[in-house]
């Protein structure tokens, strides 16, 4: 969830079922599940300092009443035919008075009762399937009640700069993922370039004099490098004070794998939360081709590297690839999601925005979910770490 200025407010947490969610709910599964979300996962595990947007359901209000987290680290949400159902009113009422933030959803259209806006902090219209004028007087209704209005399912750039003209205030969807084609954009460290050096030298088996010549080269890279190396994250009793001695430390293997991280990553126009998402889904996809015989596991974790790379550079992903010694199939795994390492890079990426029903996510129903938790982690760590 973003704000105008594309500051991260908080994430919409999707949850289910280790089968997609296709098994029926028990009685009492769904509150079990909400609650090993909460206890079990963790939330600030999930969302880190900001607000975790979870959905409620009628069964949940009913049982919980008061759900076992602070206010002020949720928003709870409610669909709209619960919103209406009288028997929830007074659980809704209390949760407000408890100073619970409710946000409202999956709306019928347009016509909102002020009645029922007065309860929801935050009202979410679905522009990818609402038309322009009805997404305009939606606002109008929502900003009259003070509410703050979310345009969820933008897919584009323009898409977000048409839900800001239009008066919404928060946002959500996959344009944040996407890149923004600026007339101008520094490319941080000389990404491309060194992009294409590491990953030559990856393939041909990481030789450390090379790597030492293709950092040295770079003045951003090199600095970056060694403190790095230096800061608190190592925890160094004497300082690394040349090139040759922090490749040394981190092998080859390191070192080019930190190289293809700064090199996308490391620029400060890159939003910190992008990062943790190119980072995260490297790493899963590495965690998941462990299991697998058809793709290594640093090909994936460069993939996944990769798959964000148009959105962090905001240059075209072929473009990016073209400058890149990438195998075919590689290649093609990251434009067409096709063969072994495609169907990987699909599952993960399917996981990530909750399509926990998607057959790439189902084949993978055993370790995708530890690998996510395992790859956030990690990713969070090494932001950072390079940000030290």
Known sequence: MLDAQRRVTGYRVAYATGDGGRSP???GADTRLFGDV????????????????????????????????????????????????P?????????????????????PGPALEPDLLGLFGIVEVDCARWESSDRRAAVRTILDERAAPLAVGLQSEEAFQDACEIGFELFAGSFYSSPRHTEVR???????????????????????????????????????????????????????TSIRQAVMMLGSRGVSRWAMMVALTGGTAAPPELSVMALTR???????ASARSEVAGDEMFLIGLLSLADALL????????????????LAAALLERSGPAGAILDAVISYEVGSFEASSVQAHRGTVADAYLDGLRWARESVRGMAD
């Open 87 to 107: 028997e929830l009113r007074l659980v809704l009422e209390a949760l407000a008075g408890r100073g619970y933030s409710l946000s409202l959803y999956d709306l």
């Open 314 to 329: 905001d240059v075209p992903l072929a473009v990016v690839l073209d400058e890149l010694p990438l195998a075919d199939h």
């Open 38 to 85: 909460i206890s079990v996962v963790g939330l600030e595990e999930l969302v880190g300092e900001t607000l975790a947007h979870l959905p409620i359901s009628r069964r949940l209000l009913l049982t919980l009443g008061v759900p076992p987290v602070r206010p002020d680290q949720v928003v709870l949400r409610v669909t709209f035919e619960h919103a209406c159902d």
């Open 25 to 27: 709910a028990s009685e």
């Open 186 to 240: 520094n490319v941080p460290v000389g990404a491309l370039g060194t992009l294409a050096a590491v990953a030559q030298m990856q393939g041909a088996g990481g030789d450390i004099d090379e790597l030492v010549k293709v950092i040295d080269r770079d003045l951003g890279l090199s600095v970056k490098l060694l403190r790095y190396i230096n800061s608190a994250y190592f925890g160094m009793r004497s300082q690394i």
């Open 282 to 288: 490297a790493r899963m996809c590495e965690v998941l």
